[in-house]
């Protein structure tokens, strides 16, 4: 690890403020950034960490649905947010192991877009809004491809606001070492439609299925998708899945997930 | 009523407390005076000509001491291969040297070939990076399939050598013609050509080193993660360092795991004493996992191609196996006898095989060095009997148990002398297959596989009998088969005057629990309590000598010679006690921690004659010493051979691929048991690793030698929930015929005898559930594979 300032500001002002400068960057629970400054891959010279700024700390409902601070730990969101949102509550609480989810947070995953993490999946198929200090990015203009989303340099994530639908639920399947998404798919029923939002299986990072959203907000049963097939050109191929076997899973979880909607 | 001390009684780990509450000292928690930092720089290509290495830079840069290269280390000796093997032609095999630092070309990413001390660490892995950028290494093709690597001629790992082969080898070659006219002969032959899974060790504490040098005497201390000190002394003393054995103590002090890759010596630790003894300051070295990955001893990693003769009722008539093993860039320690005679010597398992014959070909990749890994050799022998015998029984539909019973050697055959020159001493085959079969109930078996079925699951049960050999070795034996050291181990038993005990031994533990099973056997024979005796080893300067622990030979070997040690003490009691109780020698005897008069109510306790031998105020000291110590050294009749019946349960979703082991029983004979709780650990954990290697682990380098399973993002240890809650059972024990304990070794057993259990399992499930199209699939039997496999 390089050296590095560290500041913490107790207000999202003050935050802008310190991540306006040359070379600053967000820290909330570290468990993606401070591995990668380990192994010098990262070297920021001034870490601004988010979670003292109370604004971005907790589990509430609120217009528009459930109101999570973005410097939430997933333990937090698995506890507070089960009465609420048990599909969401149980995909935090599959996030890592404890230490992980006592450290990482939502704003942090949601930032970092990684093409297998679990809350994207979630954020895309509830269609919520990510909010930054300046403004409100709806979830389908948010996720860009893998790492990549609409922030901006120095922007942040304060809030995200997931509208509740009335029946949801993620599958996820392992990677076998890393324990993060091989594949995983996050289905929600709204009254005005289904969403299908599909992680650690593209190319291009998180995804939605529409044609199984259209199949299945007319017929909400596993047997609505069976006719689908899903295409693998854009399916990541690695040691532990071919693009094949995901394009495979995709479907297969996707009806485990209608199955098991609540 | 289960005894609760001494021999047999399951008394808790005493190491565990320290353990468990952090205040176990490790080689890194260590923090000497004046202590500066090595940082290796590594070799981030897997094969490349060093064509300069600009020092100037790094040195100048804040707080380095030194930079080392391979320059400062040409002259001095390399790192040996402990065992000579001769090809079928009789040739010795290629022994390219094994530089501390690589000096010329490069051999494998992770290959040091520059090393950097600084005042600390960040310092360090500063100046190693800008030592980095300024090495030109010009790039070379990567020899990483070993298939290729024997086919392509042109491309070499080690310039003289010209088809990357260390040795070929036949065992035993005289057989050879008279084992293929028989495979001709034979009613059917089942073929299978197999891979075994390279592994990383993964021990939990890093390698790690600390050398010291003493100008005041010239003495030189290493501390360092090793299985074995006394034989580091002696490679770094003898063919690396040229140093004087009785100027170099080597320490192992608590030790986090080794699993085999702590038996070898490494160059970094040849690097910490040169540069300490260069700046004359302690020099510390710890490994990061990721230098873990690159550079540790990794496992296994075999191709094999089995053929399997037999009747048409299942008689097993004759094995004949080719197979090509991974050694790497270098030969590690042992990485010649693993796959020759700890894996060709049992390629007949606990069966009666009239024929059986075994080619090896080593070769050279530009990949980490492989050796011995928990089980080393015995697992890869045991995978490929017992996948083809699972085959056999599907090709001609036979039970795979009946079959087993066929051919299992019974009771009455011992001693049995293999085709593949062992001699088993003992066993009792038969009663633990039954006593598997009871356990894991069987009978019910089909009433399970419908309950899964419900669930939509393919319930699968799986089958191995399995043998080994350990308790490592016969010098008389392992010398005729080109072993270059003995194997033999010692022990000094010291009693103080005060009557308790410091039992100094040749084996290390590092995490087997010798500190509680040792003293049990103390107790037991002398009758004191376990808590009066202290086991002291891992140092050099303490102990009289040892080749350490691995081979499941710690208490097979160095328990006997603590044993015969013991005898000598008690020997010694009976003198002092004849001259205390004015009796003539031939009438004490010593039974509960007394010496008696036989026939008389006169005694002496053992505290009162351990008093006596440092108060000697009347000794007769023609004829009496003062004193209480006596050393013995042990070296083994035979090996030992513990052998077992497994047999593994697992659910299959076809949807998806994933394996779910759902039940686990092992039945073991290890001969006698000293500590029930222990050995039942050691099964777990042996199981734990076989489950990991079946449906887990796999070690993948791309064809530019890069490891594309570096971290654990890729690299799939088995976890909590990989594995079931198992049915081990011991209770089966023939004891060894030629050690004094009786005992037979538990250590590798669970990960010998369980992968071919999973992997048949896994057939199993897919056969039932009318995949019958599925033969085999390698391990690891990942979800991917499986689904690959049912829709390929
Ligand atoms: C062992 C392990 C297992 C894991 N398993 C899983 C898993 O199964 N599923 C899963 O989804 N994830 C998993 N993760 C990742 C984990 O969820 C991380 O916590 C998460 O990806 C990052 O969150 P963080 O709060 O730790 O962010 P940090 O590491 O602090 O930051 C990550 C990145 O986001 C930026 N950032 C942080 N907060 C904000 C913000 N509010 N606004 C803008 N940018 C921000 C940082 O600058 C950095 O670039 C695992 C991690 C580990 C170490």
Partial sequence: ?262 | MPKDTGIGASTKRREDLRFLTGRGVYTDDLSLFGQAHAVMVRSSVAHGRIVSIDTAAAEAMPGVLAVFTGEDFKDVGGNPAGWLINSRDGTPMREPKRPVLAHGKVRHVGDAYAAVIAETYAQAKDAAQVLADATVIEELPAVVDMRAAVANAANRVHDEIPDNLCFDWGWIEDNRAAVDAAMKAAPHVVTLELTNNRLVPNAMEPRASIGEYFPGTGDYKLTTTSQNPHLTRLLVCAFVMGIPENKLQVVAPDVGGGFGSKIYHYGEEALVLAAAKRLGRPVRWTAERTESFLSDAHGRDHVTKIELGCTKEGDILAIRTETLANVGAYLSNFSTATPTFLHGTLMAGPYKVPHVYVNVKTVFTNTAPVDAYRGAGRPEATYSIERAVDKMCRELNLDPFEVRRRNLLTPDQFPYTTPVGLVYDTGNYQATLDKAIELADVSGFEARVAESAKRGKLRGMGLSTWIEACGIAPSHLVGVLGSRVGLYDAATVRVNATGTISVMTGAHSHGQGHETVFPQIVAEKLGIPESSVEIVHGDTAKIPFGMGSYGSRSLAVAGSAMDRALDKIIAKGKKIAAHMLEAAEGDITFADGKFSVAGTDKAKSFGEIAFSAYVPHNYPLETLEPGLEETAFYDPANFTYPAGAYICEVEVDAETGKVDVVAFTAADDFGNVMNPLIVEGQVHGGVGQGIGQALCENTSYDENGQLLTGSYMDYAMPRADDVPFYTVDHSCATPCTHNPLGVKGCGEAGAIGSPPAVVNAVIDALHRGGITHVAHIDMPVSPNRVWQAING
């Avoid at chain 1, 044609?211 to 532990?240: G, Y």
Wanted: glycine fraction near 8%; include cysteine.
């Fill in chain 1, 1 to 262: 690890m390089h050296n590095f300032d560290f500041v913490k500001p107790s207000s999202i002002a003050d935050a802008v403020a310190a991540l306006s400068s040359e070379g600053a960057q967000a820290l909330s629970g570290g468990q993606t950034l401070l591995p990668t400054m380990k192994q010098r891959l990262a070297a920021p010279d001034v870490l601004v960490s988010l979670t003292g700024i109370a604004e971005m700390q907790g589990v509430c409902t609120g217009e528009g649905g459930l109101h999570i601070g973005a410097a939430t730990p997933h333990a937090v969101v698995a506890r507070d947010a089960a009465a609420h949102y048990p599909a969401l509550a149980a995909l935090a609480g599959g996030i890592g192991d404890p230490a992980v989810r006592n450290r990482g947070t939502i704003g942090g995953s949601v930032a970092n877009n990684d093409p297998a993490a679990c809350y994207p999946a979630a954020v895309l198929a509830s269609g919520a809004t990510v909010v930054t200090p300046h403004r409100r990015i709806a979830a389908d203009d948010y996720f860009q491809g893998m790492f990549s989303t609409a922030l901006d340099e120095g922007e942040f994530i304060t809030q995200v606001i997931f509208p509740i639908p009335h029946k949801a639920a993620y599958v996820k399947f392992n990677q076998p070492a890393s324990r993060f998404a091989l594949t995983a798919v996050f289905v929600a029923q709204f009254s005005d439609g289904v969403r299908v939002a599909v992680t650690g299986a593209s190319n291009n990072g998180v995804f939605r299925w529409t044609e199984a959203e259209a199949a299945l907000s007319s017929d909400f049963s596993a047997k609505a998708i069976s006719d689908l097939t899903v295409a693998a050109d854009d399916m990541i191929s690695d040691l532990h899945g071919s693009a094949a076997y995901r394009a495979h899973l995709v479907k297969v979880l996707t009806g485990r997930a209608v199955t098991a909607a609540r």
